[in-house]
C-alpha cells in the first residue's frame, strides 16, 4: 500500500523523547511489510535539523510557511498555548497551496495521523482523502484536565489559561475523532475514554513495540553492599517530567538518603532546565546527564528505575522500558497507567505518597532476599511477550488491511 504518514515531528535515532522513538519504530515495522510510506510534518528547524539525521526509506515532506516572522512565530506559540489540539493556523493555511502534499495525497491507500493535534490539517485538504487511521498517543483532554486540577486556587489566572486549554482541547479532539475511519490508542484505559468521547468512533487498542528497546539485558542480582543506583529516565523539557523530578529530589529523595546513605540518583535526558540542572551541584549524590545517545548503560547500572510522574496521560514508555531491561521499577498511578491492566497483581510497585514512594526505592535496594528480583523477573517476561515487536507487526497490520477495506 501507498502510505501518507502525518506526524509532528520528523523521527530519527536517538531523537530525544519517547513518541518519537514509538513513530520510528512503527515507521519502520511499515516498510518492513513492504508499504511505500511518505511523512508530511510541519516545516519547523526541529524537523528541518532533523532531516539530516533521518536514514529510513520513507520520503519526508515537510509543509507550513516558508518563512515566518519573529511575530509570526509569537502567534504561532501563541495558538499551541491556547489550543494544544490543533496545529497553529499559519501550517494549516499553507495547505492551501501546498503541490508536494496534494501529490503524495493523490496516490495514497491509506492516511495515518501520529498525535491527535495533527488531524486538524484533515478539514484543510481540498483534495479526496483515502481512510484515515489516527493514532492517539493520549487524550489530550485527560492530560490538559489533570493540569488544571494540579493548579491550586491561588493561581487564578493560570487557571483561567488552563480552563480554557481544557475546553479547546475537548473540542478540536472531538472534531478530529469525528473525521477518521479508526482511532488507534496504547492502552484499554485509553480505549475506555476515547469511547466514552464519541462513542461513535471506531477504536483499537495497539501494543507500542517497547520490545525493541531491549536489548536482551536479564535481571542480575547484586550483592547488598552495591545496591544503591537510582535512575529516572525523561526528557526534562515537558513540564510533568520537571515537575516529578523535582517532587522525587525534594521530598522523596532526603528520606531515601536518610536510610541508605550510598543510594545515588541519576536524572538522564534531553534538555534540563532550572533547578533540574543545577542538582548535580547542590547535591554529589544526584547526577544530571542532559541528553545522552544511549541509555543503555545507565539502566545497566541501574538498581531502581523510577516515574515519579504526578500528572500527564497516555502509556509511560519510561515505566515499560524499564520493565523490559530487567530493572526494578517504583512508580506513581500515573506512571502505571494503562500497564498491567489484564493483571490481578502488578509485577512492580506503585506508590502515590512521598513516605511510600521512598519506602519503595529503599526496599528495591535494600532487600538482601531475591523478592525484588522475582518480581523484576516476572515483570520483565511479561512486558516482552505484551510488547513484542511480533504482536505490535501483526496487529499493526491487521488494522491497516481492515481500514483500508484490503483484507
Not at 518492513?32 to 539530516?52: E, F, K, M, W, Y
Not at 489516527?134 to 484536565?145: C, F, G, T
Not at 482511532?183 to 501494543?207: C, G
Not at 512486558?383 to 488494522?399: C, E, M, P, Q, W
Request: aromatic share 6%.
Amino acid at each position: 500500500m501507498n502510505i501518507v504518514s502525518v506526524s509532528k515531528v520528523v523521527p530519527y535515532e536517538g531523537i530525544p523523547h519517547a513518541g518519537g522513538e514509538y513513530y520510528l519504530r512503527h515507521l519502520e515495522t511499515l516498510v518492513a511489510l513492504g508499504h511505500s510510506v511518505t511523512v508530511l510534518a510541519p516545516r519547523d528547524q526541529r524537523n528541518i535539523d532533523a532531516i539530516r539525521k533521518y536514514a529510513l526509506a520513507a520520503d519526508v515532506v515537510l509543509f507550513g510557511p516558508p518563512r515566518r516572522s519573529f511575530w509570526g512565530r509569537g502567534v504561532d506559540r501563541l495558538e499551541r498555548e491556547l489550543a494544544p489540539g490543533r496545529l497553529p493556523s499559519s501550517f494549516l493555511r499553507s495547505l492551501a497551496n501546498a503541490p508536494r502534499v496534494e501529490s503524495a495525497l493523490a496516490d495514497a491507500d491509506l492516511l495515518e495521523v501520529q498525535w491527535t493535534e495533527m488531524a486538524s490539517i484533515i478539514n484543510h485538504l481540498s483534495c479526496d482523502l483515502p481512510p484515515v487511521i489516527l493514532v492517539a498517543h493520549d487524550i489530550i483532554h485527560q492530560r490538559e484536565s489533570r493540569k488544571l486540577t494540579s493548579l491550586s486556587r491561588h493561581q487564578g489566572v493560570a487557571r483561567l489559561i488552563q480552563r480554557f486549554r481544557v475546553r479547546s482541547a475537548l473540542r478540536d479532539e472531538l472534531r478530529a475523532f469525528g473525521v477518521v475511519s479508526c482511532v488507534l490508542v496504547f492502552s484499554a484505559k485509553d480505549a475506555q475514554l476515547a469511547r466514552s468521547l464519541a462513542p461513535q468512533v471506531d477504536v483499537e487498542v495497539l501494543q507500542p513495540p517497547l520490545g525493541h528497546f531491549s536489548h536482551g539485558s536479564e535481571v542480575r542480582a547484586r550483592p547488598r553492599e552495591q545496591r544503591r543506583n537510582v535512575v529516572f529516565v525523561g526528557a526534562f523539557g515537558r513540564p510533568e517530567n520537571i515537575e516529578g523530578a523535582e517532587w522525587l529530589t525534594e521530598r522523596v529523595w532526603p528520606l531515601v538518603r536518610k536510610e541508605a546513605p550510598t543510594a545515588e540518583l541519576s536524572l538522564v535526558g534531553s534538555d534540563p532546565r532550572g533547578r533540574i540542572a543545577r542538582l548535580a551541584s547542590s547535591d554529589r549524590a544526584i547526577q544530571v546527564t542532559g541528553y545522552v545517545p544511549d541509555l543503555e548503560p545507565f539502566y545497566s547500572d541501574a538498581d531502581v528505575a523510577v516515574v515519579p510522574l504526578l500528572r500527564g496521560a497516555g502509556v509511560k514508555f519510561k515505566t515499560v522500558d524499564a520493565i523490559l531491561r530487567g530493572v526494578p521499577v517504583v512508580t506513581t498511578s500515573v506512571g502505571a497507567e494503562g500497564i498491567g491492566e489484564e493483571l490481578d497483581e502488578l509485577p512492580f510497585a506503585v506508590e502515590d505518597t512521598v513516605c511510600g514512594f521512598a519506602r519503595a526505592i529503599v526496599t528495591a535496594l535494600g532487600d538482601p532476599t531475591p523478592t525484588v528480583h522475582r518480581r523484576a523477573l516476572e515483570a520483565q517476561y511479561w512486558a516482552l511477550d505484551k510488547y513484542g515487536v511480533d504482536r505490535f507487526t501483526s496487529a499493526l497490520s491487521a488494522i491497516l488491511f481492515r481500514v483500508s477495506g484490503r483484507e
